[in-house]
């Protein structure tokens, strides 16, 4: 830095920075980081479990794979700078270049291949069910004829459900918060979505204790790390994964993040086969 030397220019650049910010210029440069030593990883900030922002704080599966992954490539906890990464912007964060890695429940499929790479996957995650605690009764979608079903609008899992038990009930909210006070009230009887974010809404302090992940999946959804198709860290991030797994911290974080739920990854869990870098 040279501001000591420059500091008029330095601040008349300041501020024309801050016109572009204003216009959302800084939004769309290609260059994906403040400079070489920082690196920028996009993850959900309203997943409790997996990617959650209180405040300054970021907590979350997502986030404990995003830091030691990034930690392996040599860049400091100081040195990421955590963005917002909503499912529908993914695709566009990478291209764009505004990010240099997505951790947030991003699935690989064919389809986001013709745009993103992908390394890992870090975890593999199954549709499931979340009910109250002492439900016995329901055990798998099987168990969900003529039972009320939640999930968020616009979602695929509830009608997934519905193609396979035609006589299941649903029931669509704005979020996932919202499905937990109905199910909390007995209103609906489960909720349905990826095993790991019912395993993150159920850890949280608020609802530690009243729901469970009933433990029969039902899809495979491998969550793997975004980038762009420049990127060549792929190698590297599958290394890092696969050290993160070996030394036993994927456990530790996968358990800190789930902790009281009564959540089992599938047996498919830890990965041992990731994505062919190219």
Known sequence: MRKNRFGAFAAMAAVAALTLTACGGSDSGSESSADSDSVRIGIKFDQPGLGFKDGDKYTGFDVDVARYVANELGYSEDKIEFVSAPSANRET?????????????????????????????????????????????????????????????????????????PGVNLVEQQGYADCLGLLESGSIDAITTDDIILAGLAATPANKGKFKVVGNTFSEEPYGVGLNKENDKC????????????????????????????????DLNPPTKYEACS
Do not use: H
């Open 235 to 266: 190698e590297a991030i599958n290394t890092a994964i696969k050290k993160m797994i070996d030394s036993g911290e994927w456990k530790k974080a996968l358990d800190k993040n789930t902790e009281g739920t009564g959540y089992k990854p599938s």
């Open 93 to 165: 964060l990478l291209e764009t270049k505004q990010v240099d890695m997505i951790f947030a429940t991003y699935t690989i499929n064919d389809a986001r291949k013709q745009r993103v790479a992908f390394a890992g996957p870090y975890f593999i995650a199954g549709q499931d069910l979340l009910v109250r605690a002492d439900d016995t009764a329901i055990t798998g979608k099987e168990s969900l004829d003529g039972k009320k079903l939640c999930s968020v609008t616009g979602s695929t899992s509830a009608e997934n459900v519905k193609k396979d038990v």
